[in-house]
């Protein structure tokens, strides 16, 4: 039969366990987190693309309207703000195609974007030089013509569709990122629970071997008092020459010391007389009673008996009661020990105890009435 796995044996085990799942989460959670990143990344890439466009669009829009308050007023201001306007386009579509130079399709849009924005400026500068020229009506002329508007609509129709393409890739990289980040916390989470398990299994498992080891000691402990306490008895019956009455007061002194019986008293069996006569005593009260008949109270439940009588919560039995000096306490557990010899009987041995016995203490009552 297989050896149960001690503490000793299971301690490397657990730790190689508890390591193995730590490097697993870590590279896992470093893949995630990775991916989350990256697609964090993506978002944010997005996102500045996207408010290029809209300024893109602004800026073209601000630069015709800015064209056309000149026009109307003459006015310096709006001069110089189409001209802050038309730079500020410029700038943003120069860096527009490596922007988006991840995705070809957007690419070859901002190139487009890109031509079709400096055929619209030419056209606008070649207006205003007309209007400085030739005065409002022919300016108005040209206005009315629709001169630029095919290619302003080419420009709205590139940055929409440019526009719609980011958006669904935002949404798409966003996705990305709620997906990658909910894997981590699985991950981790699993990982956590995990660790928690493999704890409290050996929690359980080191709480479950000093229990055992604890009551395997108190084992062996209770099993030392017994020998030693047989020891001393036998001893004492086999060489002592004194009186019985002295040799069982030793005899109860010997189970005081080395088991929980503070009170304890023997009375001897008269065949002759039927009746029990109190013959020794530890630990009693002066109204304990002397003298039983054969078939009387608890001495004669017991005397009738084959062995060990227990009584769990007993009565209040009378000189029985615990003396601590302050205070009397009523015993636990009354326990009432036959004593016989090749089947006669010789009397009973009375043991309170403070608690109530355990297996070895019940063993060592009947191995004292034997």
């Not at 719609?164 to 990982?191: D, F, M, P, Q, V």
Request: with cysteine; aromatic share 8%; glycine share 8%.
């Amino acid at each position: 039969m297989a050896k149960e796995l001690s503490t000793e044996r299971l301690l490397p085990f657990g730790i190689g366990a508890a390591t193995l799942a730590l490097l697993v989460v870590g590279i896992l959670a470093f893949r995630m987190t990775s991916s989350y990143r990256n697609a964090s990344r993506g978002i944010d890439h997005t996102q500045t693309v996207l408010r290029s466009l809209d300024r893109a669009w602004a800026l073209i829009n601000e630069s015709e309207t800015a064209q056309r308050g000149y026009f109307l007023t003459q006015s310096p201001l709006y001069l110089h703000q189409r001209q802050e306007a038309i730079r500020g386009f410029r700038d943003v579509l120069k860096n527009l195609p490596e922007e988006v130079a991840d995705n070809t399709l957007e690419e070859q849009r901002a190139i487009a974007l890109q031509r079709h924005a400096e055929i619209r400026l030419q056209q606008l500068d070649e207006v205003l030089l007309d209007f400085s020229r030739k005065g409002l009506p022919a300016t108005r002329s040209l206005l009315r013509r629709g001169q630029g508007v095919p290619e302003m609509e080419a420009i709205h129709d590139l940055i929409r569709g440019m526009r719609s393409t980011e958006t669904l890739l935002l949404r798409a990289r966003r996705a990305a990122a709620e997906k990658a980040w909910g894997r981590a916390l699985e991950i981790i989470g699993s990982t956590a629970i995990l660790l928690i398990a493999l704890l409290a299994g050996a929690f359980w498992k080191i709480r479950f071997e000093m229990r055992e080891r604890r009551e395997t000691n108190e084992s062996l402990e209770e099993s030392l008092r017994i020998e030693s306490s047989q020891g001393e008895i036998l001893a004492l019956f086999s060489g002592s020459e004194g009186e019985i009455s002295e040799i069982l007061t030793k005899t109860l002194e010997i189970l005081a010391r080395y088991h929980p019986f503070p009170v304890s008293a023997f009375y001897s069996y008269d065949e002759w007389k039927g009746e029990f006569s109190l013959l020794s005593r530890r630990g009693t009260g002066g109204e304990i009673r002397t003298r039983f008949l054969r078939n009387e109270g608890l001495l004669g439940e017991a005397a009738n008996g084959e062995g060990l009588l227990r009584l769990p919560g007993p009565p209040e039995e009378p000189g029985f009661w615990v003396e601590t000096g302050i205070a009397r306490i009523q015993p636990s557990e009354l326990s009432l020990v036959p004593v016989r010899y090749q089947g006669k009987l010789f009397g009973v041995l009375v043991l309170a105890s403070l608690s109530p016995l355990e297996n070895c203490e019940s063993a060592i009552s009947r191995k004292t009435g034997t």
